[in-house]
């Protein structure tokens, strides 16, 4: 090697060095706060220690993100089936300018006012400090089960990048009663065990009426929702698919565990990434994530409005989710279960409210934001009724059924009877993965905020840990996803499942 070629060697040497050292300074000042971008405090920010919103819209698709939640779409649509359809609506909207919308309001007067999480916002009534530890531990709680509702849906949306759809038939891993088998009764009733044709057309289950006394036996061993299928109860086929082949259910028992599912652990690690990585910057990256995740919902909630009504059967389902049952205002049950939606939909109480909020400059108006949040946040809940039920009525048609016998909620609805409307749509795929991809975007804005309350309250409590605060979101995200892996066995989803 010439003088000329060593000379050369050794000046690419020494810039690759160099790039390594800036990449490694960089790093650590990212996680160890060194680095400038790795506060929250900007030059331009009102408050230099905690740092301020890039801009109003930030918070309020941070804060519109977090109030709508997976909880809009496949409860209240539920809820307003189970209780008189649209006069549903009067205990909501009552509940919602009387309680709702006040509470919602005053959370975030308080946030604002005491620029401080929910741990250091009562400081002024310390008798109330045990609220604030309230709200902390139900949003990390919350922290822990709500990303392994994004773990499933990110399973599914791999699955459903399969042409035709892998639920779309049964399989080897369904039940005797799945419905794909036993269509009609007549020519394959005789077909399995303990299941005889009588000559009216009905099918006997080791002796007894399907239709009658049987029914309930039926219904103890396969413990699921059964739609009636030319006079027998059979499961959907997603429904099989999610029970035996997404959850792996062959044990059926809380005293076994089961082995730890490394695919659905995967599913929650990628989920856990995806939540640093928006958080990693704070407010400053998060609010700029907000854009898409809070707003994307809402082009699939149009597109898929678009569809359903064009479906089949989509009528009934709107008129059963829309015909008004008045006579159901008579109940106290009704009264109830409105004033829990509106609390619940709108996430007051569980601190996430306040830290979002304490990132707004003093003189923000935030109760015209609180008001305007809290009406669109309601009115999305009737427009998610609007598409889900149009769909319902679809599927009840194609399986020759009531609409009521489809209606379901929580998991139920998202992950059994959405799937297996979808799966009859010609393009099956293009809407299953824009579907799942809803309901991802969906959970992630309430991650980020049951996330971000956990971590500013102790940054709040300990402000000398605030330039490690990247470390921080990352050592939380890190603990919580160990958590959260009890939940990847099946006593672990199935108290998910219950919760919701």
């Not at 003088?3 to 300074?25: F, H, I, P």
């Not at 609220?131 to 990390?140: F, K």
């Not at 109830?336 to 109480?349: E, N, P, R, T, W």
Request: include cysteine.
């Amino acid at each position: 090697m010439g003088a000329k070629e060593g000379s050369s060697y050794r000046q690419d040497v020494v810039a690759v060095k160099s790039r390594c050292w800036r990449a490694l300074t960089w790093l650590r000042g990212t996680l160890l706060g060194s680095n400038q971008l790795a506060n929250d405090g900007h030059v331009d920010d009102e408050n230099q220690e905690r740092g301020n919103w890039s801009g109003r819209l930030d918070f309020f698709l941070s804060c519109l993100g977090y109030a709508v939640g997976l909880g809009n779409v496949w409860r209240f649509p539920y809820l307003c089936y189970k209780n008189g359809g649209g006069a549903f609506f009067i205990p909501y909207c009552i509940f919602l300018f009387l309680c709702g919308m006040p509470v919602f309001c005053m959370e975030l007067a308080i946030g604002q006012f005491s620029s401080s999480g929910p741990l250091t916002c009562w400081e002024c009534a310390p008798l109330f400090r045990g609220i604030g530890v309230g709200m902390v531990l139900v949003s990390s709680l919350a922290a822990i089960y709500y990303n392994i509702i994004i773990s499933w849906s990110l399973w599914y949306l791999f699955a459903s990048f399969s042409n035709p759809l892998p639920w779309a038939e049964c399989g080897s891993w369904s039940t005797p009663l799945c419905s794909g088998r036993l269509h009609p009764v007549t020519e394959n009733c005789n077909n399995w065990a303990n299941l005889t044709a009588q000559s009216n057309g009905t099918c006997w289950f080791s002796g007894r009426d399907a239709n009658g006394t049987a029914e309930s036996y039926l219904y103890g061993i396969y413990n699921a929702s059964l739609a009636r299928l030319h006079g027998i109860f059979v499961r959907a086929s997603s429904n099989d698919y999610m029970n035996y082949v997404a959850l792996q259910d062959k044990l059926g028992s809380f005293l076994h565990t089961g082995p730890l599912r490394w695919d659905m652990s995967l599913c929650l690690l990628l989920a856990w990434i995806i939540v640093f990585l928006s958080l990693s910057k704070g407010i400053k990256s998060s609010g700029k994530v907000v854009y898409f995740t809070a707003l994307f919902p809402y082009a699939v909630l149009i597109i898929l409005l678009i569809r359903g009504v064009t479906l089949p059967g989509c009528g009934n389902g709107l008129e059963f989710y829309l015909t008004p049952n008045v006579t159901k205002l008579s109940e106290s049950g009704v009264w109830k279960d409105a004033a829990v939606q509106i609390f619940f939909s709108l996430s007051s109480s569980w601190g996430g409210l306040i830290t979002l909020v304490s990132y707004n400059r003093f003189k923000t108006d935030c109760i015209r934001d609180g008001m305007l949040i809290s009406i669109c946040n309601c009115a999305t809940s009737v427009f998610a009724g609007f598409v889900v039920f149009s769909f319902l009525g679809y599927l009840a048609q194609e399986l020759n059924t009531n609409v009521k016998d489809v209606a379901q909620s929580g998991v139920g609805l998202a992950f059994i009877v959405y799937p297996q409307a979808l799966m009859k749509l010609p393009g099956s795929t293009f809407w299953a993965i824009l579907f799942f991809l809803m309901l991802i975007t969906l959970g992630l804005d309430s991650q980020f905020t049951f996330v971000e309350t956990a971590v500013t309250s102790i940054l709040d409590r300990w402000p000398h840990l605030r330039r490690y605060k990247t470390l921080m979101i990352m050592t939380f995200c890190i603990v919580v996803f160990f958590l959260g892996l009890s939940m990847c066995t099946h006593p672990g989803w199935a108290a998910v499942a219950n919760r919701l």
